[in-house]
Each structure stands twice: as structure tokens, then as C-alpha cells.
């Protein structure tokens, strides 16, 4: 089990950029996937991005696609989301969260049911 705990959120002008963390502890963060989530007012939670153990498979959702990058640093036990190009639509809680992975897995795109370990959320909101 990982406690997960987000940070970089807050308000950017349209086209701007945020990076996101996602700081993990309480287990070996290498043996976890990480996605990313977000949840805009009224929505249901959206995945947005995944990455698995060591960044042999990583996914994005459509619409961020060119415009976000995950990544993760398994020696810090943190993974991030790089955000560019941002738009009013981004504007949402992002949640980082993890699962166990094994490469049989083939995928780290899951559905949100299946991911375990959640972080808090941080805010982004994006306006002129």
C-alpha cells in the first residue's frame, strides 16, 4: 500500500503550464503503476495518464495528448505530470493513484475501480 500525496496545483492563465507530483511512501514505489486522474465540477472522475513500474508503458487520454507528460523518478518515489499548453477545460482536481503492477499486466490504462491507493488532489484551475 502507498500513502500518496499531490502537489503543483493552482491557477494558471490559458496556454500556461503546471507540474504536478505525486509523492509516494509506505511501500516500494517501483512495484506500482501511477495514473492520473482529474475530476472537473459536476464530472466524473476522468483518467488522464498512466505510467507503469519503470515507464515501459505509458498512456494518455485523447484530449491531453502533445499537451501533458508523465513521468516518474523511482529513486525519489515521485512521479509527475507536466502540463503545457493549458485550457479552461483542464481546469479540475487532479488525483494521483497507484496499483500494483506486473508486466502481465501488459496495460497500465485501468479502469478507475482498479486502482488502489489514492492521493488527496490538487486543484487546477485554469482562467484569465
Known amino acids: 500500500q502507498l500513502q500518496l500525496v499531490e502537489s503543483g496545483g493552482g491557477l494558471v492563465q490559458p496556454g500556461g503550464s503546471l507540474r504536478l507530483s505525486c509523492a509516494a511512501s509506505g511501500s516500494n514505489f517501483a512495484n506500482y503503476a501511477i495514473g492520473w486522474f482529474r475530476q472537473a465540477p459536476g464530472q466524473k472522475r476522468e483518467r488522464v495518464s498512466c505510467?507503469?513500474?519503470?515507464?515501459?508503458?505509458?498512456n494518455y487520454v485523447d484530449s491531453v495528448k502533445g499537451r501533458f507528460t508523465i513521468s516518474r523518478v523511482n529513486a525519489e518515489n515521485t512521479a509527475y505530470l507536466q502540463m503545457n499548453s493549458l485550457r479552461s477545460e483542464d481546469t479540475a482536481i487532479y488525483y494521483c493513484?497507484?496499483?500494483?503492477?506486473?508486466?502481465?499486466?501488459?496495460?497500465?490504462?485501468?479502469?478507475?475501480?482498479?486502482?488502489?491507493?489514492w492521493g488527496q488532489g490538487t486543484q487546477v484551475t485554469v482562467a484569465s
Open positions: 505510467i507503469s513500474t519503470w515507464s515501459q508503458i505509458i
Open positions: 493513484a497507484a496499483v500494483r503492477w506486473y508486466f502481465r499486466d501488459g496495460t497500465c490504462w485501468f479502469d478507475e475501480s482498479e486502482w488502489r491507493d
